[in-house]
């Protein structure tokens, strides 16, 4: 695992610590193997490919699925045999959220905030109503969720999640079918919500993290390959971010272990930005000095020889 210098969770067992974790589905499908990681507070990506193992590692932290080995932590409460104390310390946004299209706004987020514990009618019904501020949907509190688009859905999800003021948030894949600007609303609200307390934000996309993002892990095959800030992911793609201007039917010269990121017209031929694996540049191609983050994990996993993975970064 290529691991660098970042922040992570201080000794006094705060935030999330994972020791060993494994999982192996019936079948003897392998999701996670040996996974370690320590989580403190702030916004923490955890970045793979689809089938990358992100999904089960997010579902054990969540308390929803018990690991074949290992163990982990919240606030050094353990989520297998202190379930119930963890479950009041979490709110969690699984991939799919939408099963109350009937129900208004408010009575969704009233309902589970009354499930989470909070029997007070009036205590509730103000915790209700600053959640829904918070993430913007006070103004549709009366509409029914079936009405709602997918941004909102995705932002009555976080507001359902945060009603009982949990002190770590667990969402997963959250933006998959959102338009560009529901995300970068997404990506705000996550920056905000990870000033006072632990969010572990799982995707494939890259964007997802935002500049909140300050640490991060890759999962690949079920293995953690990378953990650091975004700016060390960055910084190992320097040299292997390129540029190249070719005939517009010249994308062939570029040649195995070359991933595009862009193209666009230039005079009677093409620009074409890309990420040579093996950092080898190609003939006449300049390197970038200024690589995105979204490059550096194109470039990592391109290192892995997993180019098919790091194409889906920027679905």
């Not at 706004?105 to 905030?113: K, M, S």
Request: proline share 3%; net charge neutral.
């Amino acid at each position: 695992m290529e691991v660098t210098a970042t922040a992570t969770a201080s000794q006094d067992r705060s935030g999330i610590v994972a020791r060993g974790i494994g999982h192996l589905y019936r079948g003897g499908t392998e999701a996670l193997r040996g996974v370690d990681l320590e989580i403190g507070t702030g916004l923490f990506g955890l970045l793979g490919p689809n089938g990358a193992g992100k999904s089960t590692l997010m579902r054990i932290l969540a308390t929803l699925l018990v690991p074949t080995a290992g163990s982990a932590s919240i606030h050094g409460r353990d989520v297998v045999r202190d379930r119930r104390a963890v479950r009041t310390m979490l709110g969690y946004l699984p991939q799919e959220f939408g099963a109350w299209r009937l129900h208004r706004t408010e009575e969704v987020v009233d309902t589970l905030a009354l499930l989470s514990g909070l029997a007070d009618r009036e205590v509730r019904r103000r915790r209700v109503r600053e959640v829904l501020e918070m993430v913007g949907l006070i103004e549709v509190a009366d509409r029914k969720v079936k009405k709602l688009s997918g941004g909102m859905v995705r932002r009555l999800g976080v507001a359902q999640a945060l009603v009982h003021a949990p002190q770590v948030l667990i969402v997963d894949e959250p933006t998959v079918g959102l338009d560009p600007e529901e995300r970068l609303r997404f990506r705000q609200l996550m920056a905000r919500l990870g000033e006072d307390r632990v969010i572990v934000l799982s995707t494939h996309i890259v964007a997802d993290l935002g500049s909140g993002c300050r640490d991060l892990a890759l999962i690949d095959r079920g293995e953690i390959v990378f953990r650091g800030s975004p700016s060390d992911l960055v910084n190992r793609a320097r040299g292997r971010v390129f540029e190249a201007v070719l005939p517009v039917d010249g994308e062939s010269r570029l040649g195995p272990g070359v991933e595009i990121v862009s193209r666009a017209r230039e005079g009677v031929g093409i620009r074409i930005r890309g990420v040579a694996a093996s950092g080898a540049l190609p003939e006449g191609a300049v390197a970038s000095d200024r690589p995105t983050l979204e490059e550096g994990y194109l470039a990592f996993m391109a290192e892995r020889g997993r180019v098919e993975a790091a194409g889906e970064a920027a679905s």
